[in-house]
């Protein structure tokens, strides 16, 4: 079975502040990581993955995760957050196995102050 | 270009009326095809994914079902609505198990 973790309802960050979103992943197998974000009423949006190669996976509007697999963890960082970074972000493992199941985590609100 | 259509938007049913949401994708073929559904704007429930015509997998036993007629047509169904099956449901495609999820822009259905 394969299941994601993301241990924080929320994280607050100052604009300007960089930003860690936490998630940990439990697969048999090698894993294949997803980060998306998801704005209020709308269909979620693809950031970065991790199949293979590299542990610092670059993505979309600055966004970057670091594959770490003696801690099963996928976490997502930004350098400089953004007051439009707030929005609601997910963790996804998906393949594990041969699998064509898509899990996603509970979704962590990141909220940044200005 | 690839894209999702999922209608309607909003649906407002009242308990027991039957339910029917579509999802179609352009531009690829035999995509891999899923259903989840979120409560409350937190985590998204995988319903039913697909992975060619007439092929479903089902992922949480309830009153609801789903159907792939067609290689990029899915769709949601419900005979009698539940209360409980309010939410947000959104439809996504991809093109293989390594490959990111592209998603409709959902469909907000309150039962009543």
């Known amino acids: 079975a394969q299941s994601v973790a993301q241990p924080e309802d929320q994280v607050n960050v100052a604009e300007g502040n960089p930003l860690t979103v936490k998630c940990t992943y439990s697969v048999s197998g090698n894993p294949y990581l997803f980060w998306y974000v998801q704005y209020p009423n709308r269909g979620l949006q693809f950031l970065l993955k991790y199949i293979t190669g590299d542990n610092l996976v670059k993505g979309s509007y600055g966004f970057e995760a670091e594959f770490n697999k003696s801690q099963t963890s996928f976490h997502l960082k930004k350098p400089s957050a953004l007051v439009s970074d707030s929005a609601l972000y997910f963790c996804a493992v998906s393949g594990a196995g041969g699998t064509y199941k898509y899990i996603f985590g509970t979704g962590t609100r990141l909220k940044v102050l200005a | 270009s690839q894209t999702i259509h999922q209608w309607p938007a909003t649906l407002v049913q009242p308990v027991g009326s039957p339910l029917s949401l579509e999802c179609t994708v352009e531009?690829?073929?035999?995509?891999?095809l899923y259903w989840y559904r979120q409560a409350a704007g937190r985590g998204l429930q995988l319903l039913f994914y697909s992975v060619g015509i007439g092929q479903i997998s089902s992922e949480v036993p309830q009153n609801l079902s789903a159907s792939r007629p067609q290689d990029r047509q899915f769709i949601l169904s419900s005979k009698k609505l539940l209360l409980s099956d309010s939410g947000f449901y959104l439809c996504?495609?991809?093109?293989?198990?390594?490959?990111?999820?592209?998603f409709g822009n959902g469909t907000r259905l309150t039962v009543t």
């Open positions: 531009g690829t073929s035999n995509p891999n």
């Open positions: 996504a495609w991809r093109t293989g198990y390594n490959s990111p999820l592209h």
